[in-house]
Each structure stands twice: as C-alpha cells, then as structure tokens.
C-alpha cells in the first residue's frame, strides 16, 4: 500500500522525501500515516525497480536533498498495483480499498469502473463472512456481536459507495 501511495503522490510533482511524507499525510492521513522510517526503504526499492528516478541538490543552507519523481516504469506499476488482490486482512482492507479509490483517478473511466467493481466484490464477500458469522456462532461474547454487526453495516455502507462510484 505504500508504494501506491508514493508513486501516487509523485505522479505530477518531484518532491523530496519530506514532502512525499507530508503529501501522504495530507491525501491519505485518515488511512494511513507511514514515517520516514518507513518511506526511506520503499523509495529505495522503488528505485531499485526504476519505477521512481531521483537527483540530489545542495540547498541554500548546503544541506544534500534528495528529490524524487515517477518514471513511466512507475506509473505502470501503479496501475497494476490498483487491480492486486485487496488484503483479507479486516483491520488493512478498509484502508486499502480507500487507498486504492482515491488513487483511482489517475486511471480512465472504464478502468475505474472495473476496479471499483473489484472492490465491490471484495467488500460483499467479507460482508456475507461477517453475516455468517454473526448467524452461526452461538459463542460470541456480546461486545463482539455488537462489532461484528457494526461491520457488517459498514460493509454496507462501503458497497453502496463502491457501486455509486462505479457509475
């Protein structure tokens, strides 16, 4: 999911590290909040894939900043990673599937179409888990009924989005 969310925050600008993660906080911050710590290796790897390209210069202050910018190798990544199979992970899908539609407008129409429809997909199959769940397991305790019922409606929710956007 990281490496959706640099390549989408450099699809238009060469920014330095500090702005990628600053850009990433503003876009996505309500999804994820990844450290430097965390985009220092990934810009590496994307890199190393020649997905991104970068250029150091000394500033004002004679400080070295590093500043990196996508390659065409990286805006094709980027789409392929938008159609990759979603986490069945619960506590990551959410944020990846919100990850994947804001970042979705770089593609045209008709692919936004097929990925939302994707999502939907996804989003029904964990919904009707979450149902079948809550129908057959007489052990649930009754704080984890009421969060698995919460589920289940914002799986709702999610695909009254999903198939909206999908339009």
């Not at 045209?108 to 179409?113: A, L």
């Amino acid at each position: 999911m990281l490496e959706t969310m640099i390549l989408f925050t450099i699809w238009d600008w060469e920014l330095s590290m500090y702005s990628i993660m600053k850009r990433i906080h503003e876009v996505f911050g309500d999804f994820s909040t990844p450290s430097l710590g965390a985009i220092k290796p990934c810009l590496t790897k994307l890199e190393n894939l020649n997905c991104i390209k970068s250029r150091k210069t000394l500033s004002d202050g004679g400080k070295l900043t590093g500043y990196y910018s996508i390659t065409s190798e990286g805006k094709k990544m980027l789409k392929n990673l938008l159609f990759e199979d979603l986490s069945s992970n619960p506590v990551n899908f959410k944020s990846a599937c919100a990850v994947k539609i804001i970042v979705s407008e770089i593609l045209p129409k008709e692919q936004q179409s097929a990925l939302f429809s994707s999502i939907s997909r996804k989003v029904e199959l964990n919904k009707i888990s979450a149902e079948k769940k809550l129908k057959n397991e007489r052990n649930l305790k009754p704080y984890q009924r009421i969060m698995i019922d919460n589920l289940v409606l914002e799986y709702d929710n999610f695909l009254k989005l999903t198939e909206q956007l999908g339009k």
